[in-house]
Structure formats: C-alpha cells, structure tokens
C-alpha cells in the first residue's frame, strides 16, 4: 500500500470530505497513474483512500474517507448503481438521463449519459482510467443496457497526461439516437457531437422556455449558442400547445454547421412547418452588434455561451465577454421582452454572473424584472461536500 502524505495543515478540506488533493498540498508520496493511496495527514493520521494522478495538479482524488473501505470492483459497482438508483428520485421527463456526474456521485473524473438504450461515457481521471473496465461492466449491470460508447476526448484529459479515446467499448450499433425530451423529440450523435452528444444540463430551462413562450405567445425569438436547437425546439413546442406557432419567428445562431444541421433538423422531426425559421452559421458577437445597427427588437431571447471561464484564474476576462454578450441583449429586447441568460463557467459563481447581468443593463440603459434563476438539471446534482458541481446558473429578466 502506497502513502501520500501532506503539508501540515492540508488536511481541512478532505476532513470537510472534499475529494481533490492539489499538487501544493503534498509533502510526499505518490503512486502510478490511477493507484489507490492511503493519504494522510502530517501526523500520519487516515484522511483518505484516493486515485493518484501524476501529472495533474489535482494530484490525487478521494474514492472514500472511510478507513474500513476496500477500493476495489465491489465497491465501484455499488458507487455506480446508487447513483444510477438516484436519478429515480428526480422529475427528469426525457430518456436522455445523465447517470454519473462526476465527483456529485462519488465517482470522481466519471461522466456517463444514457440516450434511450446507448450509454456515453468520459473517463477524465487516471482513477477512471485505470478502472475503466470495471466501471464499464458496472454501468452495464446496473442500467441493464448493453450499449456504451466511449467519449474520452474531452480537454480534462490532457491535464490528466491522458490521450483522448473514443469508440464502442461495450456493445456496438447506431451512434445516431433520438430521445423524447418533455413533449419534444430530438436527435443526437454520440460519436460526433459535443461533450457525449448533447447538452442534457438545459433540459428544465428548456422546459421553462416553453411555457414561457406559450404564456406570452413570442413572435420573435432569437436563441443565440443555440447547438443542435434546443431552446428553438421548445419555444416552437410551447407556441404549438398554445396554437400560436403559426407565423412565430426564430432565428438561432451557432459557429458549428453540423448542429445547425441538426437545428434545422429538428424543427421538420417535431411538425412545426408554421414557423418561419432561421438558422445562421455566425459568431454571436458579430450578429448581436449588426442586429442592434439594423434597429431589430425580440420578444425573447437565449443567450447560452460555452464555458469562458473554466475556473477562477479566468474569471476577469470571462466576466468582460458576459458582460458585452449581455449588454447586446438587452438593446435588442422588446418591452415585456425575455432575457434568457447563462452562463456554465465554474469560475463565475451565482452572485458575480447576477453582478454582471445587472451592470450589462444599466450600460444598455435598459430596467427589467429578475423573474428567476435558473440551474443544471437534477441529474447534474449538486452536492453539499463538492461546491464545485453547481457551474450553471441562469437569469430570466423581463424587460420592463
Ligand atoms: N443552448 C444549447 C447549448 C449551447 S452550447 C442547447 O440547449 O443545446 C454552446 C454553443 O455555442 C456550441 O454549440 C458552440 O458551437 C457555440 N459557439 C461557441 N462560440 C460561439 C460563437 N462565438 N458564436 C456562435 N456560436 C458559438
């Protein structure tokens, strides 16, 4: 059995059961990539069994804090079927179901979706890596599927001295799927879209979007970063409900063609031909300024950006972009018009995202109402020991 011993005085977080060792707090030890290692305290104390990783500087990340614990198959597959058991317990509406999220669900570095009967996976710790096969067999026993295609390709590897991965490593068969989300059908491709194929954290936003949108009847929506359509889907489900889908206007924006594709896909698969729909292969940025030159106006609007600030280092410049991103916005909202806005940064925490939303409106020289807040869906949970799961938080503003 291999030690990893700390600093004095490192050892707070892990007592409050926060799993990451940063390289800073170590003062010697260490293991193979991946190896489980008793960490302890500067007096020898047990803190932790945790996954060594050699080149991160999450140095290592804790698998369990108690003593007893074997950190063996057994206990993997009892972490994944809990956590699979625990998605039970949450109003999700779709069977695009994100199963494991990481360290929320004890299993830190592991990320795995279920689209219909396939299952989509990114291994981005050397824990997960090592036991990849384990998990693999794990995930399949607990679902009952027999599906599992790997997406280990994502930038966390790289800092992990992992080499991206990707293919069937369960089963094999269409990496085309469609899942029902809400009253919608949408259709995803886990070999080649983002992340594992979709952006499942949005789904109660979208839902929200949709009864907003049957509610005030948009006639002009703009839905901007808006992926494979998503956010359009629902305001064009809402406005159908409510029998006023008829001569709405959309126009979504996103840089990747083949998620406009899909975008526009999407619309034809889910029967809305009333519609007068758009879709602009263009930067956000660029078309937000030349809407505001040409005077345009919107009922609602979507403003849903990737990650600029993945952690806090990045926060400053991160904030400048939302804030210009958002100051656009809102000279393009009609009175009574929506502001959708998000931001999925770890960096930017609920408080400075509210921060610069209210300053990007008083330099527009626009008021509005903060109706809500908005937040990852419940099978992204947050969890009490690891702050660092809620990354996405939104606003809904009511133009006044
Ligand atoms: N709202 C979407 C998810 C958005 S993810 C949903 O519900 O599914 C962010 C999207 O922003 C990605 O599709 C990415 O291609 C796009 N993107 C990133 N930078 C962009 C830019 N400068 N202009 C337009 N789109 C951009």
């Not at 010697?28 to 489980?36: L, P, Q, S, V, Y």
């Not at 991160?318 to 958002?326: G, Q, S, V």
């Amino acid at each position: 059995m291999k030690n990893l011993r700390l600093r004095s005085g490192k050892e707070r977080s892990l007592l409050r059961r926060h799993p990451w060792i940063f390289e800073s707090a170590i003062a010697k030890g260490g293991g193979d990539a991946g190896e489980t290692v008793r960490v302890e305290s500067a007096e020898g104390e047990f803190l932790a069994w945790a996954a060594f990783s050699p080149h991160s500087k999450i140095r290592a990340r804790a698998w369990s804090f108690d003593e007893k614990q074997r950190i063996d198959a057994a206990f993997l597959a009892a972490r994944v079927k809990s956590a699979v058991e625990a998605r039970g317990l949450f109003d999700l509406q779709s069977d695009g179901v994100r199963l494991i999220h990481g360290e929320a669900d004890g299993l830190p570095g592991l990320i795995v979706d279920r689209y219909g009967d396939t299952l989509a996976a990114q291994f981005l710790s050397a824990g997960a890596e090592r036991w990849k096969a384990v998990l693999a067999d794990a995930l399949l026993a607990a679902t009952g599927l027999g599906k599992l295609y790997e997406r280990s390709d994502a930038s966390g590897r790289e800092r992990e001295g992992l080499k991206p991965v990707t293919g069937w490593l369960r089963g094999n068969g269409p990496t085309e799927i469609t899942i029902r989300e809400h009253d919608w059908r949408l259709t995803l491709d886990v070999a080649t879209g983002h992340k594992t194929g979709f952006y499942l954290d949005q789904r109660d936003s979208r839902h929200r979007f949709a009864e907003l949108a049957a509610h005030r009847r948009f006639r002009r929506v703009l839905n901007c970063f808006c992926y494979t359509g998503g956010f359009t889907v629902a305001a064009l489900a809402g406005l159908k409900a409510a029998g006023a889908v008829d001569g709405a206007e959309m126009i979504s924006i996103d840089s990747s063609l083949p998620a406009l594709e899909r975008a526009r896909a999407h619309v034809a698969l889910n029967g809305f031909e009333g519609a007068r729909t758009e879709f602009l292969d263009a930067d956000v940025n660029a078309t937000l300024r030349r809407f505001v030159e040409e005077g345009r106006t919107f009922d609602a609007i979507v403003l849903d950006p990737p990650k600029f600030a993945p952690t806090v280092a990045h926060a400053e410049r991160a904030a400048r972009a939302y804030k210009d991103l958002n100051r656009q916005a809102f000279k393009l909202l009609s009175p009574g018009g929506h502001l959708l806005t998000f931001s999925c940064s770890g960096g930017i925490g609920a408080d400075l995202f509210h921060k610069i939303v209210a300053s990007a409106g008083i330099d527009a020289g626009v008021d509005g109402y903060i109706t809500e807040r908005l937040g990852a869906s419940p099978d992204h949970p947050m969890t009490i020991e690891f702050p660092e799961g809620e990354y996405l938080k939104g606003l809904v503003v009511v133009r006044k």
